[in-house]
C-alpha cells in the first residue's frame, strides 16, 4: 500500500538518489515541485529533458557544456598559454566562480590511484602533454586537492611536464576567514613554511 | 560568462529552488545527473513529465495522489469512522509511515492562523464537519502539530465538533529515544502530566 501513487513514487526514489537529498528530504521536494506545478515541475522536467539531450563533455578540456568545445575553450577572451589542471568538473566550476582565473582548463576526470586502477592513461596525462605541445603553453597550474591522491597526482604530472613548460601548483595555507585554532597541524605546518615578508 | 551552458545553467537553477537544496549542492546534483544520464538523468524527466499531468487532491481528502479518490480513501481495507486530521499531505505520509493508523483522512491544508488570513473557511473545516456527518463518523484524532498554531486549530475543530463524534488527539510526552537532557521543559511538564501507571 503506498500514500500517493506509483508515478509520485517512482519519482520520489529517483530524488532520493541526488546527492545531499535523502528519502525524507526527497518527499519534501516532491510535494514542494507538485505544489509549484507550473513555476516549477513543468519547467524542471523540461530542463531535464533537454539537457538529457545536449549535456556533453567539451573534447578539448573536459568541461560539461552544451556544445562540442565548451564556452570557455572557445573563448576570445580566455588567454592562451595557461593552463589550469583539476581532478574533476566540480573543482573547474568552483575555479570560475572564485573568477580570478583567465585562461584555459584540463580536467583529469580523477587523481592517480592503484586503488582505482586509475593510470596516468586512463586519467588523459598524454593527453596534457600533447596538449602542452600544440596549444604553446608556457605555464600549467596544479589546482589538485591537497589530498594523497591529488598531491601524487600533481607529483607525477610536473615530472612529465619537466622542461616542457613551467608547472605551479595553488598556494597551501591558512584559508581566508580561518581560525588557528581549527586548523590542523598539516595545514600550520605549511602555512609556516610558505611564510611571507610584510 | 557561464561556465557551462545556458540550458545546464537553468536546470541548476530550477535545482536549487528545491527544499533542502541551495546553489551549491544543486550544481553538484547536476553533475551527478549528467553523468548518470540513462540510470537517473532521463527517468527522472520522464517522472517529473508523468507527475506533472497526473498528480492531483483526492476530492475527499485532499491528500495528493495520481486519481480522482486517492488510493487510502478507495481502499476497502481502511476503517470507516476514524478520521485522522492532519495539516498537511506531509503529515499525512508521515503517519502512514507510522503504518499504524488504519482508518481515513483529512488534510486541513494549514492551521487557522490570523497573520495568513486562514479561517476556518479556508481550512475547509465546514468541509470536515459534513464528512463527519455524512460518513457516519465515531471518532476524529486530530494529529496536528504542537504548535501554537496547531493547538488553536485542534481547539476550534473540537469546539465544532462537539456532541457529534468522539474528538481525541495524539499523545504528548517524551519521544522514543529522547533523552530528559535534551529536551525543552513545555515537554517534560505535559510528559508528567499525563504520566501512567506502570
Known amino acids: ?76 577572451k580566455r588567454a592562451i598559454g595557461q593552463l589550469c589542471v583539476v581532478e574533476d568538473v566540480a573543482d573547474l566550476w568552483a575555479m570560475e566562480r572564485a573568477g580570478t582565473f583567465k585562461g584555459r582548463y584540463h580536467v583529469l576526470g580523477g587523481t592517480l590511484s592503484a586503488l582505482d586502477a586509475m593510470g596516468p592513461d586512463e586519467l588523459g596525462i598524454p593527453r596534457l602533454v600533447a596538449r602542452v605541445r600544440d596549444e604553446s603553453i608556457s605555464e600549467v597550474i596544479l589546482a589538485l586537492g591537497a589530498t594523497v591522491d591529488g598531491q601524487t597526482t600533481a607529483h607525477y604530472v610536473s615530472e612529465e611536464l619537466e622542461g616542457r613548460c613551467r608547472v605551479t601548483s595553488l598556494a597551501q595555507g591558512v584559508p581566508i576567514g580561518g581560525e588557528l585554532d581549527y586548523l590542523d597541524e598539516g595545514t600550520i605546518t605549511a602555512a609556516l613554511k610558505a611564510r611571507k615578508d610584510l
Open 1 to 76: 500500500m503506498n500514500q500517493s501513487g506509483k508515478e509520485i513514487e517512482n519519482l520520489i526514489e529517483l530524488m532520493a538518489k541526488l546527492p545531499g537529498l535523502g528519502p525524507r528530504s526527497a518527499r519534501r521536494a516532491v510535494l514542494y515541485l507538485i505544489r509549484k506545478r507550473a513555476l516549477v515541475l513543468t519547467p524542471m522536467a523540461d530542463a531535464l529533458s533537454l539537457v538529457a539531450t545536449t549535456a556533453r563533455e567539451c573534447v578539448t578540456c573536459g568541461n560539461v557544456g552544451t556544445s562540442e568545445v565548451c564556452d570557455i575553450c572557445s573563448s576570445e
